[in-house]
């Protein structure tokens, strides 16, 4: 059912108003969407106005339903921004200049409406073009709070192979990886198989080959052997000119959540994600259509899980973190702790694993939301 706008008249509003910003240009829009949905289902709308906002996938900043009804997976689809538009030929515009937080609806022909000045961005956004620090930059550029990673943190988040190089720098074990840059693949293409071959006979089958620059296990594919290396990485091309290359890693997936309290991040209790098969790996239909089932607290000993919570604590740190960050690692089998990724903007429905550690840990969805608001609305703008 769609929700009445609680926007009031200009000059009578008392609550922040929020623009939820979700969608976007990467191939994870559609999750973005989904991910909105569940997050304007549980504002509190006596607590805030919420103006929701999508982008399309071609780039366009749009007013949408306020419906999470229409938001959510069905039959297996993911539903799009354009499902949601209100005005085909209307956009969103909010100015850069950071002593006007003005939000506008401009529509060719017609005069500009204003729609408030917003106080907080919620970008539930996840990919290229929204979670790797350039909607971020925009922000600050606009003068407008946030939450989440700021620049900086988000480009590392988004970036796997600075994202490894910057926790080995700070001392986390990460997993043998190795990098096939553009130029490199562009040049050499067989160079680059020989590299990879040589990097398998000294690490062994399988390998995973990624995107460097894109998240939900979009475009991974597991190599068991050297046939299918050009294959995979035609697959990893087709969402990112960047590819890494990483060795497998035996041992638990643990995933463990972040977020800011007044007085400093805390860590949740962590969870564990079973691996679908014994050959398989935890993809994209695993996690959102598939529903894989997670172990919400992870099987671990006190001490494990201590030392979870702390290297998750660290890695936060580490990528100079705000906001929330959910921290995926290894357990490998010889009892150590192997970072694989941070996700500066995890999967954020009730049933994705970031609110469910922290339903275990003892806050409740809503108010994670409430709690992630109130942190941008705490922070300013500027150099993070």
Same mark, same amino acid.
């Given at each position: ?22 969608? /976007?240009?990467?191939?994870?829009? %559609? &999750?973005?969407? *989904?991910? +909105? $949905?569940?997050?304007?289902? @549980? !504002?509190?709308?006596? #607590? ?88 971020? /930059?925009?922000?600050?550029?606009? %003068? &407008?709070?946030? *939450?989440? +990673? $700021?620049?900086?943190?988000? @480009? !590392?988040?988004?970036? #796997? ?224």
């Amino acid at each position: 059912m769609t929700q009445q706008s609680t926007l009031p008249r200009s000059g009578s509003r008392r609550r922040p108003l929020v623009v939820l910003l979700f969608g /976007g240009r990467s191939s994870e829009h %559609g &999750i973005s969407v *989904v991910t +909105a $949905g569940a997050v304007l289902r @549980a !504002i509190d709308r006596t #607590k805030y106005d919420v103006l929701p906002v999508g982008i399309t996938r071609d780039g366009r900043w749009v007013l949408t339903a306020d419906d999470p009804e229409r938001m959510a997976m069905a039959d297996r689809q993911q539903p799009t921004v354009e499902q949601l538009i209100a005005s085909d030929r209307s956009t969103i515009v909010v100015s850069v200049d950071p002593t006007d937080r003005t939000a506008v609806s401009s529509e060719r022909g017609a005069e500009p409406k204003v729609l408030g000045e917003v106080d907080v961005v919620f970008p539930v956004l996840h990919g290229p073009y929204g979670e790797d620090g350039t909607v971020q /930059g925009l922000l600050e550029l606009s %003068g &407008i709070p946030y *939450v989440g +990673a $700021g620049v900086l943190a988000s @480009a !590392i988040g988004q970036d #796997k192979e600075y994202m490894k190089r910057v926790f080995s720098s700070f001392g986390l074990a990460v997993g043998p990886y190795l990098v096939i840059r553009p130029r490199e693949w562009q040049s050499d293409p067989a160079g680059a198989l020989t590299r990879i071959s040589g990097f398998a006979d000294g690490y062994g089958w399988p390998l995973f080959v990624k995107p460097a620059r894109a998240g939900s296990s979009i475009g991974i594919t597991r190599v068991d052997g050297r046939e299918g290396l050009e294959d995979a990485i035609a697959e990893a091309h087709r969402h990112d000119a960047k590819i890494i290359v990483e060795a497998l890693v035996r041992g638990r997936e643990i995933e463990c959540g972040v977020l800011e309290f007044p007085d400093g991040p805390r860590a949740s209790v962590p969870a564990e994600i079973p691996a679908p098969d014994a050959s398989s790996y935890y993809d994209f239909e695993a996690k959102y259509l598939d529903s894989t089932p997670g172990m919400v607290p992870a099987p671990l000993t006190d001490t494990q899980t201590s030392e979870v919570r702390r290297l998750a604590l660290k890695a936060f740190e580490a990528a100079s973190c705000e906001g929330l960050v959910r921290a995926d690692f290894f357990l490998t089998e010889e009892g150590q702790f192997v970072i694989n990724e941070i996700n500066t903007m995890p999967g954020f429905t009730p049933v994705s694993m970031y609110p469910q550690m922290w339903q275990a840990t003892g806050i409740r969805y809503g108010d994670l939301v409430d709690r992630l608001l109130q942190a941008a609305l705490r922070r300013t703008t500027g150099l993070r």
